[in-house]
C-alpha cells in the first residue's frame, strides 16, 4: 500500500483495494441484516407461553428421568449375560494360573528335596508355604 503525502494520511492510492474494502464492508452489513431478520423469525414460535414453559418442565423431569434409569441400568450391568460370560472366562484363566505356580512350586520342592536331601516339611516351613497348600478346584 502507497500513501501519497498530499493526500489526508489513510487513504490509499490503490483505488480497486479501496473499492474491494468498501464491497466487503457492504456484504458484511448485509449479512448483519440478514442475521437480525432470521433472529427476530426465529424467536417467532419461541415465546413464553404456558404450554412452553410447560413443556420446558417436563423435557427436564424426563431428561432426569432418563439419566436416573441409565445409572440403574449401570447397576445391573453385572447381570448381563455377556459380562457373566466374560467374568467366567477371566477366573478360568486366573484358575489355570494358579495352579500353573502350583505346579512350579511343587517342582521347586521336588527339586530342592532331590538335590539337597530336604525334608517337605522343612520346606514348607523355610518358604512360608502353608499345610493345606494344594491345586485350586
Not at 10 to 39: D, T
Amino acid at each position: 500500500m502507497i500513501f501519497n503525502s498530499s493526500v489526508r494520511l489513510g487513504v490509499c492510492l490503490n483505488r480497486p483495494f479501496y473499492l474491494f474494502l468498501i464491497l466487503q464492508l457492504s456484504e458484511g452489513n448485509q449479512k448483519h441484516a440478514n442475521l437480525q431478520k432470521s433472529i427476530e423469525k426465529a424467536k417467532i414460535g419461541r415465546q413464553e407461553t404456558e404450554e412452553r414453559v410447560m413443556l420446558a418442565k417436563e423435557l427436564s423431569s424426563l431428561q432426569s428421568k432418563r439419566e436416573q434409569l441409565k445409572a440403574e441400568v449401570e447397576k445391573y450391568k453385572e447381570c448381563d449375560p455377556q459380562v457373566v460370560e466374560e467374568i467366567r472366562q477371566a477366573n478360568k484363566v486366573a484358575k489355570e494360573a494358579a495352579n500353573r505356580w502350583t505346579d512350579n512350586i511343587f517342582a521347586i520342592k521336588s527339586w530342592a528335596k532331590r538335590k539337597f536331601g530336604f525334608e517337605e516339611n522343612k520346606i514348607d516351613k523355610t518358604f512360608g508355604i502353608p499345610e493345606d497348600f494344594d491345586y485350586v478346584d
